[in-house]
């Protein structure tokens, strides 16, 4: 192998936007990392899922959109 030619592997610090951080490795120049999710808040690891629309989409299309349509006879 060549030598000098691979990048610096280092510790990264990671942070969640739900709060928990973790550490691990990478080849990025920074030392800290922010996600959007984890396993620690991710639906699936939870198993707790996480209702981010209250109104939901069909309702919302029916309230804005639903007069337009002709009623079936």
Do not use: W
């Amino acid at each position: 192998m060549k030598a000098d030619i691979h990048p610096n592997y280092h510790d990264i610090q990671v942070t969640c936007s739900c709060g928990n951080t973790f550490t691990t490795k990478s080849t990025m120049s920074k030392d800290a990392f922010h996600v959007e999710v984890c396993s620690a808040c991710h639906p699936f690891y939870t198993g707790k899922q996480k209702i981010v629309d209250t109104a939901g989409r069909v309702e919302k299309f029916n309230q804005k959109f639903g007069g337009l349509r002709k009623k079936a006879a």
